[in-house]
């Protein structure tokens, strides 16, 4: 639509008279600035050759969890943008998931408002996924989880973002109970203020808080089956794993309810728990784990409260490796491997989304088929093979 611009008149005041001059101007655009409804803007059959109406700016998209939910939402035809630091290296494999113009990278940096701000200004709906495991010299918990959280929010809200998806942790808590930390985890305590400071900035944003979650190069089975976990055969376990409860969850059913939130206005403003369809004892899945595997020799299990070489054998770790622990050993995730997971009545779970959940006996022994021992030799036909039986359900 043309508009029709009439400038201010300008008199002109010459020693031979008086005389007015008036200018008329046209222009074959609009000056108004445009709203765009970007879920008008729908091409495509709903594909990844499609767009959904989707823009999502997605924090911490480089991690475990932020590929199984870039690879979702690039499959429905959503716009990506994916702020990330460090080496670009490392994060051009997502842009396969979504097509040809599709995906887009942006560098930012957690404590650069401006960075953020340039992230999320064309989006509609912000992920906040960042997360640390273990506090570095340049990034405390309160950095990341707090601080950084409230920054997302808050900057989200200015720029006029519709949805606020934030990744909290499942246990958080004001005061965690303390185990082998006499103060409990920090890190379950930085996820519980991040809460309350997102909520302070953006009300209506929908929080996940998930459990251990597993998968492809997770920090869960990996963790568990690494040699340097164990001592040799001897796995050493909080009261021998046998006094805490997990309920663990497939990381791509987490994906997937991240998604269906974000389809869903009604999820706006609640809480969700990311859990697993069953709970088991640690003791029970750890011996699951190595039976899978099919592991010679005797396996055992021993409370670790009463092990100092094991106290060592960590505290050289971190030493050695302070911003990056083989393995991942450290004090804070040997912590919260003894907190038994506390599932609230009263809070939605990923099942209200309508996510079908994955059953972990049917997805282990694919996860942990690179583990297998002597997984080179092949079995004949008329050869039995062994079915490891699966762990007991606690009821």
């Known amino acids: 639509m043309s508009a029709v611009i009439y400038t201010r008149a ?7 008279g008086v005389f007015g001059v008036a200018i008329l101007r046209t222009c074959n655009y609009s000056t108004d600035n445009k709203a765009y409804n970007l879920s008008a803007l729908k091409r495509g059959t709903g594909g990844r050759s499609s767009f959904n109406g989707i823009v999502a700016t997605i924090f911490g ?23 990330y630091r460090g080496d670009t290296l490392n994060i051009l494999r997502l842009r396969v998931s979504g097509d040809l113009g599709q995906v ?24 906040n996924l960042v997360g640390r495991d273990w506090e570095t010299k340049n990034y405390k918990f309160s950095d990341v989880h707090i601080d950084g959280a409230r920054h997302l929010a808050r900057i989200s809200r200015e720029c006029g973002v519709d949805r606020f998806i934030h990744v909290s942790s499942l246990n958080s808590s004001e005061h965690p109970e303390g185990h082998v930390l ?19 900035e953006f009300p209506e944003a929908t929080i996940f808080r998930p459990s251990d979650l597993y998968g492809q190069e997770d920090r869960f089975l990996r963790y568990y089956i690494s ?29 997937a309810g991240i998604v269906a939130a974000i389809k869903d206005p009604d999820t706006k403003g609640k809480i969700y728990q990311a859990i697993g369809p069953k709970r088991y004892y640690l003791s029970e899945l750890i011996d699951w784990f190595f039976r899978v595997t ?3 020799g005797n396996f055992v299990r021993y409370p670790m409260e009463y092990d100092p070489t094991f106290n060592l054998k960590v505290y050289l770790i971190n030493l ?7 393995a991942s050993l450290h004090w804070e995730r040997i912590e919260r491997e003894c907190v038994t997971d506390k599932v609230k009545k009263d809070l939605p779970t990923l099942e209200d989304l309508g996510i079908t959940l994955t059953q ?36």
């Open 320 to 326: 050695v490796s302070p911003n990056e622990p083989i």
């Open 61 to 83: 998209a480089t991690g475990f969890t932020g590929r199984y939910v870039v690879n979702r939402l690039g499959k429905i035809g959503t716009q990506m943008i994916i702020p």
């Open 10 to 16: 300008q008199t002109l005041r010459p020693q031979t």
């Open 182 to 200: 006499p103060k409990g985890s920090g890190f379950l305590k930085s996820k519980y203020f991040g809460e309350k400071a997102v909520l302070e």
């Open 294 to 296: 099919q592991r010679r």
């Open 227 to 255: 040699e340097w976990r164990r001592v040799t055969q001897f796995m050493p376990l909080w009261k021998k794993g046998e006094s805490t409860i997990k309920q663990p969850c497939y990381v791509a059913d987490f994906a």
């Open 360 to 395: 972990m006996e049917d997805q282990i022994p694919y996860e942990l088929r690179p583990w297998t021992y002597a997984m080179y030799h092949g079995v004949d036909a008329d050869e039995p093979v062994p079915t490891p039986a699966p762990p007991k359900v606690v009821l």
């Open 104 to 127: 887009y990278f942006h560098p930012y940096n957690l404590k650069d408002e401006n960075s953020i701000r340039n992230a999320v200004k064309y989006s509609n709906v912000v992920i």
